[in-house]
């Protein structure tokens, strides 16, 4: 920087032309890397990446003063190390280790990015086009589509520094800034799917690579009855007159896509690019559900069951797959979602289970049997109980906020002949009796007094409807209505706790109240004409509780054998997932397609053939099914080869005229996670160079290295299998931050 050399050059010179001089002039090898910078007056330092612009172009004046900088051995310029902190100790300065065994600092739930990164590190043909420089000559800064080079030149950097053997990690801070720079959507240090990552990367780098400086105008051509091999011919021609780089030489490969009119049959046949494979995995028609289920017998505890069912199935499925479980009837079984003591849902048995969702605290509950179909009568009706205690530290004279839900609610048969509070209490004393304990004759004794002064602060059940027989509701509750839609209240000329004949009382450990669906509110008085189910709430005092109830007991259950049962799920072959995705389909309404015969859009059928394979090929393996209700993550293991072909694929011929080896492509497979993917490393088929194939037998000794390092404060693994040719079973990982 204290030895500045003064040349002459003219406005018409190109900027290579001073980068060439400088070189001379320094000495610099022709192996080495150079680039150059322009010093502004107020002292900053801006890059001169374009070089065949002339100096006029460059708006470079007389007594400018140029930089000329050299990249490093271990793959990093001087520029980028004085901005940098070094953390890195004298011993890591002098390491010397295999190139390309290089980890990628975690930033910050970057593993999404380091997992895309340390894949297509490993893609033999595009590290060695960047380790050679040749994608110097390949620089496309006009294209408008394009990142001005910056993406490529940011990711060579990376290569050159993951490929010179003087690193045993390195940070991507620049790489991460450069896209964050050009894709808002990876700002700041939120987890993304690496899958996202890779498509975006990959794009960048062809449009950044491009040798097509300027676009034609192409026209699409319809097959109208010409030979495959000449349309895709043709197809690949017009996509390479517009897009021309080492991404489309590595990664690019031809769809062919074929559409039928359902109508008048006309069959249309084009063919598209792509760059890599989007396949969806075979998706089970069972379901694993956990269920809680609640007998009638007061003796037995919950029972926590595990259930397979149909997915696409319905509430009374599920009553089914417990009676197998269980012996009790379908038909004596209400299904209930119970949240924060209460019931948030009653399902009827018309439901489908979808709307379900596995965070769901489902119990079921054995009631009685019902009257013969045909009837118009119930012999029974169930009633919905909360469980409530009273606030003792404040007096809200009975309303919600001085009484709190606990325990677990019931679903209580009552016989319709018995439907009175005095009967109601006994009827509930009996169900609870494994964790409520009976007053003795001396508590009862010892009440009598009490129960006699306090007999008006009881609360009194207001009118409700009454409970004839001829105004029974449907055999199955609506959700709205709760169990028994048609049900009603204990009459309200039926003795009340507060009209008990004096030689009855007894010390009673809880109070009986109306209460609306959910709990929060009394309810003292019932239209006559109202079909609303009523829902009884049993209050207790605190000190009662606390000396009668058992709150340990109540909240016990016992775990069913079926609970140790875990649903096998048989791996898939990578094979199935292609075949699944080149099956026919049916167009959706939402984009129907205009076909050019009946002119007039048409819900077509389509099918998707590979025809020709790109040298890598990059599988995506979508591992989300949407719902109307919920997203699911898909965790089946799918079985995917090393060396072996992927084949056969429906054609027989490749582009130019030459033989297609088929499924004989480099393959990479990325596996999606919520929070980020995983992509094997490319592996090399028997058809490449031997440089290829050393990198491929190398690779599994490789591998553990590579995504041990990529990834940093790992604490959860996503499995996954390689199965090679010879049979021997791989296992793998996906990191996930």
Request: a neutral charge; charged letters at 25%; glycine letters at 6%.
């Amino acid at each position: 920087m204290d030895t500045p050399y003064t040349a002459q050059f003219s406005h018409t010179d190109s900027v290579d032309l001073v980068l060439r001089t400088a070189r001379e002039q320094f000495l610099v090898n022709p192996q080495e890397e150079t680039r150059l910078w322009i010093k502004n007056a107020e002292g900053s330092f801006e890059r001169l990446c374009n070089t065949r612009v002339t100096l006029l172009e460059a708006a470079l004046q007389t007594g400018q003063l140029i930089i000329m900088e050299t990249r490093n051995k271990d793959g990093t310029w001087p520029s980028a190390q004085q901005q940098a902190v070094s953390t890195a100790s004298e011993e890591d300065e002098e390491f010397q280790g295999q190139p390309g065994i290089c980890g990628l600092t975690n930033l910050g739930n970057t593993c999404f990015m380091n997992s895309a990164l340390q894949c297509l590190s490993n893609v033999p043909q595009l590290t060695d086009y960047f380790l050679k420089n040749r994608y110097l000559e390949e620089l496309n800064f006009c294209n408008p589509l394009g990142m001005k080079g910056e993406i490529a030149e940011a990711y060579a950097d990376l290569v050159k520094q993951a490929w010179s053997g003087h690193h045993r990690s390195i940070v991507p801070h620049v790489f991460k800034t450069k896209v964050g720079h050009f894709a808002s959507q990876f700002l700041g240090y939120q987890q993304h799917d690496s899958q996202e990552l890779l498509s975006f990367l990959l794009d960048g780098l062809h449009e950044d690579l491009n040798r097509v400086k300027k676009k034609e105008y192409v026209e699409l051509c319809d097959a109208a009855g010409r030979p495959d091999q000449e349309v895709a011919q043709e197809a690949w021609q017009n996509h390479k007159r517009r897009n021309d780089s080492v991404i489309v030489d590595t990664f690019h490969g031809l769809f062919k896509s074929t559409l039928v009119c359902p109508d008048c049959g006309n069959v249309s046949v084009t063919f598209d690019p792509f760059c890599y494979l989007s396949v969806p995995l075979p998706v089970s028609h069972k379901r694993v559900m956990e269920v809680f289920f609640v007998s009638m017998d007061p003796r037995r505890k919950p029972e926590q069951h595990r259930l397979v069912v149909p997915k696409k199935g319905k509430i009374s499925d599920l009553c089914v797959a417990l009676a197998k479980h269980t012996g009790v009837s379908p038909e004596r079984m209400m299904v209930a979602d119970v949240f924060s003591h209460r019931f948030y849902k009653i399902y009827q048995l018309e439901e489908s289970l979808s709307s379900i969702l596995d965070r769901d605290d489902i119990f079921i509950y054995e009631v009685s049997g019902r009257s013969a179909i045909g009837d118009n009568s119930r012999e029974d009706v169930v009633l919905p109980i909360y469980l409530r205690e009273r606030t003792p530290a404040r007096d809200y004279n009975n309303s919600y906020y001085g009484l709190m839900l606990f325990g677990h609610p019931l679903l209580v048969s009552v016989p319709r002949d018995r439907l009175s509070w005095d009967a109601l209490y006994h009827i509930l004393l009996y169900r609870l009796s494994r964790y409520v304990t009976r007053p003795s004759s001396d508590d009862e004794d010892d009440g009598d007094e009490k129960d006699m002064e306090d007999k008006d602060s009881i609360p009194k059940p207001g009118r409700v409807a009454g409970g004839s027989s001829q105004d029974s509701g449907p055999e199955q509750a609506g959700p709205s209505s709760g169990v028994a839609g048609g049900s009603r209240a204990p009459v309200d000329n039926s003795p009340g706790p507060s009209h008990w004949p004096q030689r009855a009382r007894r010390k009673h450990l809880f109070t009986l109240q109306t209460v609306n669906s959910n709990g929060t509110s009394d309810r003292s008085t019932f239209n006559e004409d109202t079909h609303a189910q009523p829902y009884i709430a049993i209050d207790w005092e605190p000190e009662m509780k606390k000396r009668y109830y058992d709150e340990v007991e109540a909240e016990g259950y016992v775990k069913h054998d079926c609970v140790g049962y875990v649903l096998k799920k048989a791996p898939v072959r990578l094979q199935e997932c292609i075949e699944l995705f080149t099956t026919v389909e049916t167009l959706e309404k939402e984009n129907p397609w205009y076909c050019p015969t009946c002119k007039q859009h048409q819900l077509a059928t389509k099918k998707l053939d590979l025809w020709m394979l790109p040298e890598t090929l990059i599988i995506h393996l979508k591992r989300f099914s949407y719902t109307k209700f919920s997203r699911e993550k898909l965790d089946t293991l799918v079985e995917f080869p090393i060396r072996s072909g992927l084949g056969p694929w429906p054609g027989q011929e490749g582009l130019g005229g030459r033989p297609r080896e088929r499924g004989r492509g480099v393959l990479g497979v990325t596996l999606s996670s919520p929070t980020g993917t995983w992509t094997s490393p490319s592996l090399s088929s028997s058809r490449r160079t031997s440089r290829l194939r050393s990198c491929t037998n190398t690779i599994s000794s490789r591998f553990p290295t590579i995504t041990g390092a990529c990834v940093t404060d790992t604490t959860r693994r996503l499995p996954a299998t390689r199965t090679a040719a010879s049979g021997t079973t791989l296992t793998t990982t996906a990191c996930r931050p």
